[in-house]
């Protein structure tokens, strides 16, 4: 069982930066590729990011592409989403996520491959 806790969410302006943390409760999340996804209110949960269990490889969904970056410091089984040029449309709960698949295996845009999964902080950017 591998627990997850985000933290690092807020309430922001128009072109802030905010950095979000996701801790793992055990080491054996270096195992994992892990992926941040968000929901808005009304909306469906949407992918926003994952990375390789290694860290060298990432993913990126077009909205947020050149404005995050997701990394990983396995030794601290944490994973950090940058979140750099905030936008209103950016404003959702952000959730991390552990997926047991290979990253090459190209799951990790689809949420219900995901076998652990935070409690989700909350993002709100004011324009």
């Known amino acids: 069982q591998v627990q997850l806790v985000e933290s690092g969410g807020g309430l922001v302006q128009s072109g802030s930066s905010l950095s979000l943390s996701c801790a793992a409760s055990?080491?054996?999340?270096?195992?994992?590729?892990m992926g941040w996804f968000r929901q808005a209110p009304g909306k469906e949960r949407e992918f926003v990011s994952a990375i390789s269990q290694s860290g060298l490889s990432t993913a990126y969904a077009d909205s947020v592409k050149g404005r995050f970056t997701n990394s990983r410091d396995n030794a601290k089984n944490t994973v950090y989403l940058q979140m750099n040029s905030l936008e209103p449309e950016d404003t959702a709960v952000y959730y991390c996520?552990?997926?047991?698949?290979?990253?090459?295996?190209?799951?990790?845009?689809?949420?219900?491959?995901?076998?652990?999964w935070g409690q989700g902080t909350q993002v709100t950017v004011s324009s």
């Open positions: 996520a552990a997926n047991a698949d290979a990253f090459y295996a190209g799951t990790y845009r689809d949420h219900q491959k995901y076998v652990y």
């Open positions: 055990v080491r054996t999340v270096s195992n994992y590729v």
